[in-house]
């Protein structure tokens, strides 16, 4: 990990692996949507596919991708955006997703950075 660090910067790093955010996944369809919020996204992602399995939200809809992703300084920030978004009709959420993910490609760890 310290090569990696080295290599991509500390800050990339960080911003990848430990700091609060919000972020919204879907299923592979893209038909069905999960609003949440974390300071560690990479081990967010690892319960919520481990979750598929189960009978909660994430199994019954088959939700594994991340699609989007907003980081913040304060986690009360992102708390007050989760629930913002949480709010917003499935058109809007749709148009937020597209105006940094376009093609709704899943996003990959550790840095979850757009394309």
């Known amino acids: 990990m310290t ?18 955010c919000i972020y919204i996944m879907s299923n592979k369809n893209r038909t069905t949507f999960y609003v949440g919020v974390t300071n560690n996204l990479v081990r967010r992602r690892l319960e919520h596919r481990a979750e598929t399995a189960g009978d909660g939200f994430c199994g019954r809809y088959n939700i594994c991708d991340v699609v989007y992703v907003e980081y913040f300084d304060k986690i009360v920030d992102a708390i007050r955006r989760e629930k913002q978004i949480k709010e917003y009709a499935r058109a809007r959420k749709l148009a937020l997703i597209e105006t940094r993910n376009p093609q709704m490609v899943s996003l990959q760890p550790p840095f979850f950075i757009f394309p």
């Open 3 to 20: 090569r990696l660090r080295h290599v991509l910067g500390a800050e990339e790093h960080y911003i990848g692996m430990k700091r609060n």
